[in-house]
């Protein structure tokens, strides 16, 4: 059993959680005319471009990638709620 466990609200309150945009091909077929979905990626790094390379290396295909200019802040809007079971 770990001393200690760090999960996502202990990375999300010290500011190591990142928003990250991902446009990604998508296409069932080499035939089929591309189509292409929105991804949204919260990736954990402790800097913006550390965090940008990780969701780049998740999506090497990706079409287009953003990145907020700062990281997630805990207890705002801009948390996504996962449900819980």
């Given amino acids: 059993m770990a001393d200690l466990i760090i999960d996502y609200d202990v990375h999300l309150h010290a500011g190591r ?3 990250c945009n991902v446009e990604v ?3 069932h077929s080499p035939a089929e005319i591309t189509k292409y979905v929105n991804i949204t990626v919260e990736v954990i790094a402790p800097d913006q471009n550390l965090a940008q390379y990780i969701a780049m290396c998740l ?5 287009s990638l953003s990145i907020e200019d700062e990281p997630i802040k805990p207890g705002t809007s801009d948390d996504i709620q996962t449900p819980t079971t």
Avoid: E, H, I
């Avoid at 999506?59 to 079409?63: A, E, F, K, M, R």
């Fill in 17 to 19: 959680v990142w928003r």
């Fill in 59 to 63: 999506y090497p295909d990706y079409l």
């Fill in 25 to 27: 091909p998508c296409a």
